[in-house]
């Protein structure tokens, strides 16, 4: 919706509109959820969906949904290509929610494209039924809204947009309304120090995630893309140096994660201290044994850093799963990552009382 979004505040004082949106994707396809186009009252259309395959079928639903006022979801999927089907050559589905836009959104809207020319993470959630409503999400903010939003926060702080809700709201069993959080902020960060297995795995968990993937390593002939496909990009440099330049350049933030798997001190002990002096960095894990944590902590004083420092380390990294191979591992560390990201406990649910969803 970013790319339309300016013609959106300048039509809607001429009238209603319908807004349509890439809502959800399945396999392979031409748009990210997010992906918006408009239709006026008198047949115009702004933006695209889907490059063609399935425009015609959206704008008959966006007619439909300006004449009655109430909103549709369309979900289309593979077409074989014969001319008459509607749908996606790619093999893949998208799913479309197209509503009435009227302009007493025009107070919402503005605020939105204001926080996102400010380069602020901002984002919109809007519930996905016959009568849609929208709400602004702002970092820090908790008011309840529809038993959703903390869920809908959760996509805020990861820099990412999907659907939530579609079930029942633990804290007094009513329904939470299925609803589209469309979020404009760069994805927080995941780096990785190090050229192995466990990087690879984890590289693929922190992406299924919705993190940024970096994967960095000075050594070049490990450093390849081929060999870490799912990782967003890979440098080949020292990772202790390549933190600091990150950090000075203002592309550490509190989101970012950063996991030292290098199992080699000339390389963890130097990237350790790096992460450490980031102030604002969110989450900073090393792998290794108690017997390679008891050392590296012991060289990490040595170079200077303090206990208050060292405090922030979490090392060996993540929870008790008894994890053995590289796969397992990468859950693991995953999951100690979201506990400590969403302030949980960590403790198998059973074990728990009072509301999953808090």
Known sequence: MRA????????????PVALARVVD???????????????????????????????AAVVASA???????????????????????????????IEVFVERIRPDRLSLLSSLRQRIGD?????????????????????????????????????????RSGVVGADECEADSSPRPRTFVQVFAAPARMILAGANDFVRALSRTGRQLGYRVTVVDARETFATAARFPSAHEVVVDWPHRYLRAENEAGRIDGRTVVCVLTHDAKFDVPTVVAALECVELGFVGA?????????RVERLRAAGVADEQLARL???????????????????????????????SARPLDDTEGPIHR
């Open 4 to 15: 339309i979004l300016g013609q959106l505040i300048t039509l809607l004082p001429h009238g």
């Open 119 to 159: 380069g602020s993470p901002v984002g919109v959630a809007t519930t996905m039924d016959a009568r849609p409503e929208w709400k602004l999400l702002l970092p820090g903010g908790a008011d309840p809204w529809h038993g959703v939003d903390r869920d809908a926060r959760a996509l805020l702080v990861a820099g």
């Open 314 to 344: 979490k090392s060996p990294v993540g929870l008790d799963l008894n994890a053995r191979t590289p796969d397992e591992t990468a859950i693991s560390i995953a999951a100690q990552i979201l506990a400590e990201r969403g302030g949980a």
């Open 63 to 93: 007619r439909e949904v300006l004449a009655t006022g109430h909103a549709v979801t369309d979900r289309f999927g593979y077409s074989d290509g014969d001319g008459f089907a509607v749908g996606l050559t790619c093999g893949g589905e």
């Open 25 to 55: 994707t399945t396999g392979p396809g031409p748009r990210e959820p997010g992906a918006a186009m408009i239709v006026t009252e008198s047949g115009e259309v702004h933006g695209s969906l889907s490059g063609g395959c399935v425009e």
């Open 287 to 295: 792998l290794g044994s108690r017997r390679t944590h008891t050392e």
